[in-house]
């Protein structure tokens, strides 16, 4: 069974930085074979895109974030990253990511102005 660890969250005040990574268990050796996306969401609304970053590494952004942020990921550790810089409060949310419909359980991010 695919299990997806989100870490990396925490406090940071705008204009500060994080990177979040995204661990995944259960896939052997096929995680290579996996796109990866990122997804937010704040208190009170819908979960929302963030990135995506396929398999080979073609990444893809939310217009929001574009810029600020950068999709990454080490097939050999079953692991994806999301660099975030230039934090901004809009920032601040639960952040999952998603494998084949497979999702972890999140880690917060909060982002004070």
């Known amino acids: 069974q695919v299990q997806l660890v989100e870490s990396g969250g925490g406090l940071v005040q705008a204009g500060g930085s994080l990177r979040l990574s995204c661990a995944a268990s259960?896939?052997?050796?096929?995680?290579?074979?996996?796109?990866v996306g990122w997804y937010r969401q704040a208190p009170g609304q819908q979960r929302e895109y963030v990135a995506l970053?396929?398999?080979?590494?073609?990444?893809m952004y939310a217009e929001s974030v574009k810029g600020r942020f950068t999709n990454s990921r080490d097939d050999a550790k079953n692991t994806a990253y999301l660099q975030k810089i230039s934090l901004e409060p809009g920032d601040t949310g639960v952040y999952y990511c998603?494998?084949?419909?497979?999702w972890g359980q999140g880690t917060q991010v909060t982002v004070s102005s």
């Open positions: 998603d494998i084949a419909r497979y």
């Open positions: 259960g896939v052997g050796n096929t995680f290579s074979m996996y796109a």
């Open positions: 970053i396929r398999r080979g590494g073609t990444t």
